[in-house]
Nanobody
Framework: QVQMVESGGGSVQAGGSLRLSCDAS????????IAWFRQATGKEREGVAG???????SYADSVKGRFTISKDNAKKTVYLQMNSLKPEDTAMYYC????????????????????????WGQGTQVNVSS
């Protein structure tokens, strides 16, 4: 049974930092793209960062230079270190996963769209006040 459990959300002031964690289980971790998406109230879900087993990472332009995604393969845990937080980062953050190898071949671990990500956690709320 696939499980993805997020933790680490909370409330911080602008400029502060948080580290989110995602514990994943129930699938072949090394062959999946693990990513973070977020959804603010009244807005569509958007990709934040993704990481593949080969070490490649991808980031949304809005978080480049501030957020860092990393993986502990032994623990099957993915982290999202968020620095220099802004009020516009306020959202529910979701951990998600999809296979890297699909019918058409290898699909890089991008986060332009939530399409294809079949496993989702319940989310952890991040609130950034000004």
């Amino acid at each position: 049974q696939v499980q993805m459990v997020e933790s680490g959300g909370g409330s911080v002031q602008a400029g502060g930092s948080l580290r989110l964690s995602c514990d994943a289980s129930g699938f072949t971790y090394s062959t999946y793209c693990i990513a973070w998406f977020r959804q603010a109230t009244g807005k569509e879900r958007e990709g934040v960062a993704g990481a593949a087993s080969d070490g490649s990472t991808s980031y949304a332009d809005s978080v480049k230079g501030r957020f860092t995604i990393s993986k502990d393969n032994a623990k099957k845990t993915v982290y999202l270190q968020m620095n220099s937080l802004k009020p516009e980062d306020t959202a529910m953050y979701y951990c998600t996963a999809r296979p890297l190898w699909i019918t058409g071949g290898y699909s890089p671990c991008g986060v332009q769209s939530p399409r294809g990500f079949g496993y989702w956690g319940q989310g952890t709320q991040v609130n950034v006040s000004s």
